[in-house]
C-alpha cells in the first residue's frame, strides 16, 4: 500500500514539475484580482491537502481577520478569528520584529496555531482544519484557471510526502522528479536521511529513476481549474488521487492528497540553472516566514522566520505555544549564524547540528517559497514547516 501511495505522490509532483517551467512568467502567472493590493474585496480563496489526507477549501478575509475552513472530507466548516502578529511582538520581556505577516489563531485551551498568506498564490497553516490529526497544510490559490496549460508544468521538482505518524516514527520520505513534454512522470523516493547522500544528475529521465533507489514512472492527466489528474503507466485514472498546482515560474507548487489517512505531498519547483554542480547561493538570500508542526516537543505548532544571510548562514527566530498546562505561554527560541551545506540538488541546502543536539535541517528553496524537514540525532523525521518571502 505505501509503495502504491508513494507512486501516486511521485505523479503529483511530476505536476509540479511541469507547472513550475522555469520559461513562466512570475508576474503574468499571478490572478489578477485579490483582496491585498486594490483588487476584489471578496476573501481569497484556496484548495489544497491536510496532512492526514483531507481535502481543503479556505478563504482568508483579510478585513474582518477571519480564516474559514471547508474540510471537504469530513464535512465539517471552520471559522476562525485571526491577528496579525505585529513588527515587533514582546514574548518574554524581549523584543523581536520579524514576525509581522504570521497569522495567529487562538485556539483557546488548546493554545495557538498559525498561518502564512502569500496573497493569492499560496496559504500554509497548522490551524483546525476539521480533524485533529490534521498536522499542516498547504494549499494553493482557487481564483485561476489552469485548464490546457499542461504543458507549463514541464520541469523538474523537489517533494515531501507526510504520511500520519511519519515525524513520529521516521518513516517520511521525500524525492524529485521530471514531467517531459510527453507528460511523462519520472523520478524517484528515498526514506533515508540525507538528499546529499544520493545526488543524482537532474532532469530525471527514465533510466536514471529506475537506478535510484524506488523509480518510479507516471503520467499527467487533465487539469481542470487548480486541479490536475495523475494517472498510471497504462492511462489509468489514478481515483483515490487529486492535485492542485500553483503556476509561478521560479515560485510554483504543488499538493497531492493521496486519500484519506494516506497522508499528502508538497513539492516545489526547481531551478535547474543550479543543478549538476553549478549554484548560485545569492538568489535565496531573504527573510521567509513559515509554519510548522513538530513532535514530541516544547511545542507541536509554531511558526517564525528564516534569515537567510550571504554568508551561507541562517538566523532562526520560532515562536510557539508551550504544551506545559502549568506555563500556558508561549515558547521562543531564537538561533543565530547556523552554516548551510549544498546539497547538490538545486535549492536543497543541509544544516548539520543545527539546534547543538545534533539535528539535521533540509532547507528547500524555490523562488519566493520555502520548506523544510527536521531530523533529530537518530535520523528520525521530527518536523516540517512551510513558508516564502511576503515582500
Known amino acids: 500500500m505505501k509503495r502504491n501511495f508513494k507512486t501516486a505522490i511521485c505523479l503529483s509532483a511530476l505536476a509540479l514539475f511541469t507547472f513550475a517551467c522555469s520559461d513562466d512568467d512570475d508576474s503574468a502567472a499571478k490572478p ?31 478585513t474582518d481577520k477571519v480564516l474559514t475552513v471547508n474540510n471537504l472530507t469530513t464535512g465539517i466548516t471552520e471559522n476562525n478569528g485571526y491577528s496579525e502578529l505585529d513588527a515587533a511582538l514582546d514574548i518574554d520581556g524581549t523584543l523581536y520584529d520579524v514576525y ?40 494553493v490559490t482557487d481564483e485561476v484557471d489552469y485548464s490546457g496549460r499542461e504543458s507549463e508544468m514541464v520541469g523538474t521538482y523537489f517533494y515531501v510526502s507526510l504520511e500520519p505518524g511519519a515525524q513520529a516514527n521516521g518513516d517520511n520520505e521525500w524525492g524529485m522528479l521530471t514531467i517531459d513534454e510527453y507528460g511523462d512522470v519520472y523520478g524517484f523516493w528515498c526514506d533515508q536521511k540525507s538528499p546529499s ?38 492511462g489509468s485514472v489514478l481515483s483515490d488521487v487529486k492535485g492542485y498546482v500553483y503556476i509561478g515560474g521560479e515560485s510554483s507548487a504543488i499538493m497531492i ?13 526547481s531551478d535547474l540553472s543550479q543543478a549538476n554542480g553549478n549554484e548560485n547561493f545569492s538568489k535565496y538570500v531573504d527573510e521567509y516566514k513559515y509554519v510548522d508542526f513538530y513532535e514530541n516537543f516544547t511545542f507541536d505548532k509554531g511558526a517564525g522566520n528564516f534569515s537567510i544571510n550571504s554568508n551561507k548562514t541562517f538566523d532562526i527566530s520560532l515562536i510557539g505555544w508551550d504544551a506545559d498546562p502549568n506555563v500556558n505561554d508561549y515558547y521562543v527560541d531564537v538561533t543565530a549564524g547556523v552554516s548551510m ?32 524537514f527536521d531530523y533529530d540525532s537518530n535520523d528520525q523525521f521530527k518536523g516540517y514547516g512551510i513558508g516564502g518571502s511576503l515582500d
Open 341 to 372: 551545506t549544498w546539497t547538490g540538488y538545486p535549492g536543497v541546502y543541509e544544516s548539520d547540528d543545527w539546534d547543538g543536539y545534533g539535528s539535521t535541517l533540509y532547507h528547500v528553496f524555490a523562488g519566493d517559497f520555502v520548506m523544510y
Open 257 to 269: 492528497d493521496q486519500g484519506t489517512g494516506k497522508g499528502a505531498v508538497f513539492a516545489f519547483k
Open 32 to 62: 489578477s484580482t485579490n483582496n491585498n493590493g486594490g483588487g476584489s474585496a471578496a476573501a481569497n480563496k484556496y484548495s489544497g491537502s491536510a496532512s492526514y489526507g483531507d481535502l481543503l477549501e479556505l478563504e482568508v478575509d483579510q
Open 100 to 139: 509581522e505577516g504570521i497569522y495567529e489563531i487562538d485556539e483557546g485551551a488548546n493554545g495557538k496555531s498559525y498561518a502564512i498568506e502569500i496573497a493569492d498564490r499560496i496559504l500554509a497553516g497548522n490551524f483546525p482544519t476539521g480533524r485533529a490529526a490534521n498536522d499542516i497544510f498547504l494549499a
Open 197 to 234: 547522500d544520493t545526488v543524482v544528475n537532474v532532469p530525471i529521465d527514465s533510466a536514471t529513476a529506475a537506478s535510484i533507489y524506488q523509480g518510479f514512472h507516471l503520467k499527467l492527466g487533465n487539469i481542470d481549474g487548480s486541479e490536475f489528474a495523475l494517472m498510471d503507466e497504462t
